[in-house]
């Protein structure tokens, strides 16, 4: 396994390396991650993750600075998976000079997720774009626990005609429900108890839905009231349609159901599909 930390020794590596498969992580991996891997590499006969933690999808609120860099843990985790080329640069290295070309994604970056971050999917979309030119993968591979950011993403490829295939990968949770996330360790013991309560609002939103109900705003209100009286601090439960993340219209049946509430000082988001019966 290569480990690269400079643009010009990536382009010098990979110019041998027409099969591409691409894993863009900011690091402090976990089995989640590890699977994403496990989803690339059968697609391709060179894999490439990058980890990179990208200052400009961070709100100035927000947790860039003690977001956790455990590189060298990291790389002995993608070695043991089969990884062959870990490209792991510097912010400088990114970002020679202000960044004042950026990728707008559509509306979508405003609602849900973009509602309570605004420019977080322009900084998403602007350095997935960045990679995607240094990597030349002809896939690449994103968690759906990510889900706003999987459809700005695939979006994006689509409309600005890229070679790229975009492949979602299941979410993959711990044993009690949580959905795996590097944002997990800023639980303490006693909310990491409790933080399996989000996924339980979204399997009981989502067996209302597969068993009938159509009464959206009640069950995005009752899934709110339910994370409240817990202690938590919702800032959506949100059933929308998978392909778009609009409300529902009567017919729809492919349908996803979000949560993100804060629990203590951590953030947490989570999602579940769900088929409507007709």
Request: charged share 30%.
């Amino acid at each position: 396994m290569d480990i690269i930390y400079s643009v010009s020794e990536l382009r010098e590596r990979l110019r041998r390396e027409p099969d591409n498969v691409f894993v863009p992580t900011m690091g402090n991996l976990h089995d989640g991650h590890i699977d994403l891997i496990r989803v690339a590499k059968p697609r391709g006969s060179c894999t490439v993750v990058s980890i990179f933690v990208n200052r400009l999808q961070f709100g100035p609120r927000e947790d860039y600075e003690r977001y956790p860099r455990t590189l060298e843990t990291d790389c002995a985790r993608l070695k043991q998976a089969g990884v062959d080329v870990v490209f792991a640069p510097d912010e400088r290295e990114i970002y020679p000079e202000p960044q004042t070309y950026v990728v707008e994604p559509s509306d979508l970056q405003h609602i849900l997720e973009g509602a309570h971050r605004p420019g977080h999917f322009r900084g998403v979309a602007t350095v997935v774009l960045k990679l995607f030119n240094l990597v030349m993968p002809h896939s690449a591979i994103f968690g759906k626990k990510d889900y706003q950011q999987y459809l700005v993403l695939r979006d994006m490829v689509r409309q600005l005609a890229l070679p790229i295939e975009i492949i979602p990968a299941d979410t993959v949770r711990a044993p009690d429900g949580l959905a795996l996330s590097s944002r997990n360790a800023y639980l303490s013991p006693d909310e990491r108890r409790e933080a399996p309560r989000l996924y339980q609002v979204l399997r009981e939103s989502q067996d209302d839905i597969a068993g009938g109900a159509r009464d959206f705003q009640r069950i995005e209100l009752n899934g709110m009231s339910k994370l409240a009286d817990e202690g938590w601090k919702p800032d959506y439960v949100a059933v929308r349609r998978q392909a778009d993340l609009q409300p529902p219209e009567p017919g729809d049946s492919a349908l996803v159901v979000l949560a993100a509430a804060r629990l203590g000082r951590t953030r947490l988001i989570d999602n579940i599909e769900v088929t409507a019966p007709h």
